[in-house]
Antibody, heavy 120, light 111 residues
Framework: EVQLVQSGAEVRKPGEPLKISCEAS????????IGWVRQVPGRGLEWVGV????????RYSPSVQGHVTISADTSTNTLYLQWSSLRASDTATYYC?????????????WGPGSLVTVSS | QSALTQPPSASGSLGQSVTISCSGS?????????VSWYQRHPGKAPKLLLF???TRPSGVPDRFSGSKSGNTAFLTVSGVQPEDEADYFC???????????FGGGTKLTVL
């Protein structure tokens, strides 16, 4: 059984750094794309980006390119999403998602979500 | 890339059929058959309902079906049940520059 266990809720101030995590189990971590989808309160879902741990290939949505970094540790099967300087607009629930094909439209497994709140 | 457009709400009486639309463009839904739908109950993670426009993963009831016409995709729930009351999101491939686009979500109410 695939499990995606995410880190807990975080509250930060604008300008602060943050790194959230997602530990994957139940499948071969290096053989599937895995990434982050967010939902800003009152809005729809939005891809943040995805990475292929087996090849260190990472792709970002244009809206976040340069503002976040996605990384993966294949020794611990853990996916990370980090910011060096948070903005209020980063407030959202972030879901860890495993994609099994169809150019990132077949997203079979989702984590429970990590709420990130950025407020002064 | 703009998000896909879904109606914010939809409703149907128990046992009726309900169809939810997802409007995109000739660069996403109109260009590829990579469209998927997700169901999300309050406080839960989204669940994959359909992929490749109308393919159900194992375990998804056959009352859920999908279709596409031009730049718009559709999710139909035939014979809605109380447990179908949830938010529904569409997702489409939008070309190599993008990871993909999602719709804004539709809240389905079962009357």
């Amino acid at each position: 059984e695939v499990q995606l266990v995410q880190s807990g809720a975080e509250v930060r101030k604008p300008g602060e750094p943050l790194k959230i995590s997602c530990e994957a189990s139940g499948y071969t971590f290096t053989q599937f794309w895995i990434g982050w989808v967010r939902q800003v309160p009152g809005r729809g879902l939005e891809w943040v980006g995805v990475t292929y741990p087996g090849a260190s290939d990472t792709r970002y949505s244009p809206s976040v390119q340069g503002h976040v970094t996605i990384s993966a540790d294949t020794s611990t099967n853990t996916l990370y999403l980090q910011w060096s300087s948070l903005r209020a607009s980063d407030t959202a629930t972030y879901y860890c998602v495993r994609s099994t094909g169809r150019l990132f439209t077949k997203n079979d497994d989702w984590g429970p979500g990590s709420l990130v709140t950025v407020s002064s | 890339q703009s998000a896909l457009t879904q109606p914010p709400s939809a409703s149907g009486s128990l046992g009726q059929s309900v169809t939810i639309s997802c409007s995109g463009s000739s660069s996403d839904i109109g260009a590829y058959d990579y469209v998927s739908w997700y169901q999300r109950h309050p406080g839960k993670a989204p669940k994959l309902l359909l992929f490749d426009v109308n393919t159900r993963p194992s375990g998804v009831p056959d009352r859920f079906s999908g279709s596409k016409s031009g730049n718009t995709a559709f999710l139909t729930v035939s014979g809605v049940q109380p447990e179908d009351e949830a938010d529904y999101f569409c997702n489409a491939y939008a070309g190599h520059k993008y990871v993909g686009v999602f719709g804004g979500g539709t809240k389905l109410t079962v009357l």
